[in-house]
Nanobody
Framework: QVQLVESGGGLVQAGGSLRLSCAAS????????MGWYRQAPGKQREFVAF??????ATYADSVKGRFTISRDNAKTVYLQMNNLKTDDTAVYYC???????????????WGQGTQVTVSS
């Protein structure tokens, strides 16, 4: 199985910045993509950003131009969040679409989440 460990969450004032990180470990045959989702209290989990192994990034419209996803190796992904707004307050979850063993197909794996709180 694949394990994801997240860090970098915290409390910031509106207009500030945070950088989240996520590292994958465990039994990994292939990681197809890594990215981020978020979930605010009482709301559905929503897509934030994703980056595949070829370096192609995709962003939700709500964060486009403010957030940047990057990877420094095949198993680590970052989310640079600039000009944060109060609406960005949520638990941010790392996600990977990966193949754990060659006998199985790809599936989604999730981290434990890291809290991001943006104050007024």
């Amino acid at each position: 199985q694949v394990q994801l460990v997240e860090s970098g969450g915290g409390l910031v004032q509106a207009g500030g910045s945070l950088r989240l990180s996520c590292a994958a470990s465990g039994v990994i045959f292939r990681i197809n993509a890594m990215g981020w989702y978020r979930q605010a209290p009482g709301k559905q989990r929503e897509f934030v950003a994703f980056r595949n192994s070829g370096g192609i990034a995709t962003y939700a419209d709500s964060v486009k131009g403010r957030f940047t996803i990057s990877r420094d190796n095949a198993k680590t992904v970052y989310l640079q969040m600039n000009n944060l707004k109060t609406d960005d307050t949520a638990v941010y979850y790392c996600n990977t679409f990966a193949v754990s063993t060659s006998a199985g197909g790809p599936r989604n794996y999730w981290g434990q989440g890291t809290q991001v709180t943006v104050s007024s």
